[in-house]
């Protein structure tokens, strides 16, 4: 079956320590993207991948690395930089980076970061 | 950016009640989507409805563009109806921006 798999589903870091959380599809994707979510809140976009060697910061990118060196692949890394790393992070792909009807988000079970 | 605001913030519902739930945003929109997110966390999209009327099963939605609004109505609630609902709109930057959702509870 075609999905988003994200690992770990829950993480654990003392502070200081970067962590990187892992993002892959097999939907054949062009465009991936990273969220997080807080409680209470709305979803906020990091970064997000219109295609394979491309990103683009989104929102609230301070603290946050990416990279898309393949169309699978988008994983994200939590560095020492992010002040308040503690929460939900979802990873999302869509077919292109235009939605529509045909072409809506679909994401994967998230990681849930927390840091002691 | 755009706003989006989404109400009630909490809802209880008794099993088989019917129920809206409510997505205002600040300004046009191209895309509209409804999403749901289980007690785990698995988000799933409902509709893409930028304007117009869609129904799936139990649920429907509206959407208004001209006075800024969208509806989410479910019908005959059930169980696995809980979790929170999230309305997210795009402006013209192909980006979604997010509601801070409705927190739906479906008891038995």
């Known amino acids: 079956d075609g999905g988003i798999t994200q690992s770990p589903k829950y993480l654990f870091r003392k502070e200081g320590q970067n962590v990187t959380l892992s993002c892959e599809q097999n939907?054949?994707?062009?465009?991936m993207y990273w969220y997080r979510q807080d409680p209470g809140q709305g979803l906020r976009l990091i970064y997000y991948?219109?295609?394979?060697?491309?990103?683009q910061k989104g929102d609230i990118a301070e603290g946050y690395s990416v990279s898309r060196e393949k169309k699978e692949s988008f994983p994200l890394t939590v560095t020492s930089a992010q002040k308040n790393p503690t929460a939900f992070y979802l990873c999302?792909?869509?077919?292109?980076?235009?939605?529509?009807?045909?072409?809506?988000?679909?994401f994967g079970a998230g990681s849930r970061l927390t840091v002691l | 950016g755009i706003q989006v605001e989404q109400s009630p913030p909490d809802l209880i519902l008794q099993e088989g009640a019917n129920s809206t739930l409510r997505c205002n945003f600040s300004?046009?929109?191209?895309?509209l989507q409804w999403f749901h997110q289980n007690p785990w966390g698995q988000l799933i999209n409902l509709f893409y409805?930028?304007?117009g009327t869609k129904q799936n099963g139990r649920l429907s939605a509206t959407t208004v563009a001209t006075e800024r609004y969208s509806l989410l109505y479910i019908s005959s609630s059930q169980t696995t109806d809980s979790g929170v609902y999230f309305c997210a709109v795009e402006a013209n930057d192909y980006k979604l921006s997010f509601g801070a959702g409705t927190t739906v509870t479906v008891r038995a």
């Open positions: 939907l054949n994707h062009d465009a």
């Open positions: 300004d046009s929109v191209n895309n």
């Open positions: 991948s219109q295609i394979v060697n491309d990103f």
């Open positions: 999302a792909s869509s077919l292109g980076f235009a939605l529509s009807g045909a072409n809506v988000l679909t």
């Open positions: 409805i930028p304007s």
